[in-house]
């Protein structure tokens, strides 16, 4: 059974930092594009990043992009997203995704999904 377990997010100021870790279990990642979206209050998943697998290529959303940085470690099966310059507008829950296609930002391209963990930027 796959699974993906988030960790590492919390409260913290505008202009903070966090960063985010998904640990996968129960098949081999290496060649899995795996990503992060996001989920505000009252709003549908929006698409943050993605990486493919061996890490050379990258995605992100226009609103993160020069802010977050998505990376991979295969021999830990681990893939990580730091997030810098954090704004109030970035405050969601975080889930992380892994698919076995191309970097893609529509959520249905991601068959498993992490339980989430909230982001919360105040002001």
């Known amino acids: 059974q796959v699974q993906l377990v988030e960790s590492g997010g919390g409260l913290v100021q505008t202009g903070g930092s966090l960063s985010l870790s998904c640990a996968a279990s129960?098949?081999?990642?290496?060649?899995?594009?795996m990503g992060w979206f996001r989920q505000a209050p009252g709003k549908g998943h929006q698409f943050v990043a993605a990486?493919?697998?061996?890490?050379?290529?990258?995605g992100y959303a226009d609103s993160v992009k020069g802010r977050f940085t998505i990376s991979r470690d295969n021999a830990k099966n681990t893939m990580y997203l730091q997030m810098n310059s954090l704004k109030s507008e970035d405050t969601a829950v975080y889930y992380c995704?892994?698919?076995?296609?191309?970097?893609?930002?529509?959520?249905?391209?991601?068959?498993?999904w992490g339980q989430g963990t909230q982001v919360s930027v105040s002001s």
């Open positions: 995704v892994a698919g076995w296609g191309e970097i893609a930002v529509t959520r249905h391209e991601y068959p498993y």
């Open positions: 129960g098949r081999t990642f290496s060649n899995a594009v």
């Open positions: 990486i493919n697998g061996d890490g050379t290529r990258t």
